[in-house]
């Protein structure tokens, strides 16, 4: 994360109040320069990710699950937006394009299928752009509870609406492990 640090969010929850103070101007300040690198890439950023700035927030949404297909670039993320107790968030798919190249390849869910025995929270996230040529690649930076970070390197981003997702506990870590 370039601009919502881990130790800044931290600082932020400090019992002491001037860290948390002094933390807040730091905050806003964060805030305030991503908010402009965003809208300098807003309009090249694809479809799929233009739809989630403008349609949701995924602050305080769960991770449910994590796919990475074999064959295909592709990545997906499912996760359930913050509701209200008696109706809960919506469930996402958001099915990421991978860019090609060494890294791409290397994106590894071990340290979150062992670290994780409930669905992770994400705390913020921050899209960037990375390189123009020969194609448009961004990143999408995601900050979960426990302060684990998944950047995910990609060239297209689909975000579809789910009517229904279930994730068994056992099935879940099979899917992580494989």
């Not at 921050?126 to 990609?154: C, N, Q, T, W, Y």
Request: proline share 5%.
């Amino acid at each position: 994360m370039k601009y919502f640090k881990p130790e800044l969010l931290t600082r932020c929850r400090s019992l002491d109040d001037h860290v948390a103070e002094t933390a807040a101007d730091d905050w806003e300040r964060a805030v305030a320069a991503y908010n402009a690198k965003l809208a300098s890439i807003r309009r090249e950023l694809p479809i799929g990710a233009r739809f989630l700035l403008d349609q949701f927030s995924l602050h305080d949404a769960r991770l449910f699950g994590i796919t990475l297909s074999r064959a295909k670039p592709w990545l997906s993320l499912f996760v359930r937006l913050e509701g209200k107790p008696l109706r809960p968030g919506n469930h996402w798919e958001l099915k990421y394009i991978l860019a090609k190249g060494p890294k791409s390849r290397q994106f590894s869910m071990d340290r979150l299928a062992k670290d994780s025995k409930a669905p992770a929270r994400i705390q913020y996230d921050e899209f960037a752009k990375v390189a123009d040529f020969p194609v448009r690649v961004f990143s999408h930076a995601l900050l979960l509870s426990g302060g684990l970070e998944l950047r995910i390197r990609f060239v297209g981003l689909r975000v579809q609406l789910l009517q229904k997702a279930i994730f068994p506990a056992n099935e879940t870590a099979g899917l992580a492990a494989g």
